[in-house]
């Protein structure tokens, strides 16, 4: 049985952008762990349970009724799946500060830890960090999740993110090299035009940041470059690209794809897609 690591975030998912990909796991049989950074349970953003919500760049909504449902089931207090995900702040060691007095000791003791959670990454087939405003608040700059991201790359298994959680990738970066693992490849992630101009919002805070704290595109075009590329494909229903190991979805509407593509990625052997 296949095995698929989910990481979420603790400050709001949106709905369909896990129920999609782990409907379509469920569908082919696998098995899901989830994680978030300090054990908490996910909770999704209100408006992705919300049918009447209208997504201000697209101008129309954007959740049906039938996902709104679904992702209330999923949120039930009495609904277990999502109870007690494996704690990241745990799993994963803190990585020491370079003035620390005995920093050489330290991060000699930090690597090895990070040796033995890659040996436990065997475990899992592929890797998913899911979307939403709550990433860029506890994951896009979360050193566990980029050394999970790591370790993954590393094992050569495939990595898939979603929305702002594709920020993860740009950001994961060998302490070495320091390099976008990203460089040279081909990625979509949330595009210039989707961007809010008022109302980015967190779960658990009142805090309205007007527009996302930072244009995406942007980002993924320059992590990306000087060889690989950045595909916002505004104007388009659907943008899933597939750059083996990655597979990144841009945003809501992209979810069923993006989990879908993975498991041709696991069981096809599909490498490349949507460019």
């Known amino acids: 049985m296949r095995k698929i690591l989910i990481i979420l975030s603790e400050y709001g998912y949106w709905g369909e952008e896990l129920v999609g990909p782990l409907e379509t796991f469920d569908a082919a049989g696998y098995q899901v762990d989830f994680a978030t950074p300090t054990g908490k349970r996910p909770v999704a953003l209100p408006p992705s349970m919300d049918p009447t919500f209208v997504d201000p760049p697209l101008g129309r909504t954007v959740v049906s009724e039938e996902m709104a449902e679904k992702v209330k089931r999923l949120e039930d207090p009495k609904n277990p799946r999502l109870d007690n995900p494996i704690i990241l702040s745990e799993w994963l060691p803190d990585r020491p500060y370079w003035s620390a007095e005995k920093f ?155 989990g879908q593509k993975l498991v041709e990625v696991l069981e096809k052997g599909l490498r490349r897609y949507g460019w």
């Open 104 to 258: 050489l000791r330290e991060m000699e003791t930090y690597n090895n830890a990070i040796d033995e959670v890659h040996q436990d990454l065997a475990q899992y087939d592929a890797l998913l960090i899911v979307g939403g405003s709550g990433p860029i608040v506890d994951l896009v700059n979360n050193h566990r999740v980029h050394d999970l991201i790591l370790g993954f790359y590393k094992l050569g298994k495939p990595i898939a993110a979603e929305c702002y959680g594709v920020t993860c990738l740009a950001f994961a970066r060998d302490l070495v090299e320091r390099k976008s693992m990203i460089r040279g490849k081909h990625v979509t992630g949330h595009c210039k035009e989707y961007d809010y101009l008022d109302g980015t919002g967190f779960v658990g805070s009142d805090l309205n940041m007007g527009p996302p704290p930072y244009p995406l595109e942007y980002i993924l075009s320059d992590a990306t470059a000087p060889d690989g590329e950045y595909h916002g494909n505004f104007g388009r229903e659907i943008s899933v690209i597939v750059d083996y190991p990655f597979i990144t979805g841009r945003s809501t509407a992209d979810s069923y794809t993006t």
